[in-house]
């Protein structure tokens, strides 16, 4: 029972995903420029001086977490933005804790006004002197499997992986999604 509900999971990610944010997922879509910053941020990463590698990503700052609680019991989605004020770029490469049985960067991408999500096993990268932001209908951390149901109002433990093997723990509160937060 329980493998054969894992391997629906991932069904369920996009089924739940397509369904919740199609109607904000036009909305951001709008906004999504910003989703490929990396070319920009690597030609400027590579102008900069050269730095100790050490100087990367100390500085780099979690802003705004918060865990969609999904109304799918085995799903929730986590959201937050990285800033960079360093002058080399930074990769987010894994989100990690005991809250999921897996947990994948994602991006949602509209085509043909069709929302699909699409995996980012390589990470995400934080511009340098820039922001990596994480948000409903863009890129996010999907929590595959939970371990317990989410209930808003409660804090889920998770842990960023960046380049040069920095590591943020960081409590995340759970909410849920509002017709009023939708429209903000
Ligand atoms: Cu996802």
Not at 26 to 49: I, L, T, V
Not at 154 to 163: I, Q, W
Request: glycine share 8%; with cysteine; aromatic share 4%.
């Amino acid at each position: 029972m329980k493998s054969a509900r894992f391997a629906t999971a991932g069904v369920l990610c996009l089924v739940v995903a397509c369904n919740q944010t199609r109607e904000q997922t036009s909305e951001a879509a709008r906004d999504a420029p910003s989703a490929e910053p990396a070319a920009p941020a690597e030609a400027k990463a590579a102008a900069a001086p050269a730095r100790p590698a050490s100087a990367s990503t100390e500085n780099v700052s979690v802003l705004g977490p918060w865990v969609w609680a999904t109304p799918n019991p085995r799903l929730a989605a986590a959201y937050f933005t990285l800033k960079n004020p360093g002058t080399k770029s930074a990769t987010l490469l894994s989100v990690s804790g005991d809250a999921a049985a897996r947990i994948e960067l994602h991006e949602s991408v509209e085509e043909d006004g069709v929302v699909r999500m699409v995996p980012h096993p390589e990470g995400f990268e934080v511009p340098a002197g820039g922001e990596l932001e994480l948000e409903r209908g863009g890129k996010h951390a999907m929590l595959i499997g939970l371990t317990a149901p989410l209930e808003a109002g409660a804090t889920v433990k998770l842990t960023l992986s960046l380049s040069e093997g920095r590591k943020l723990d960081v409590d995340f509160p759970v909410r849920e999604a509002t017709e009023s937060e939708e429209s903000e």
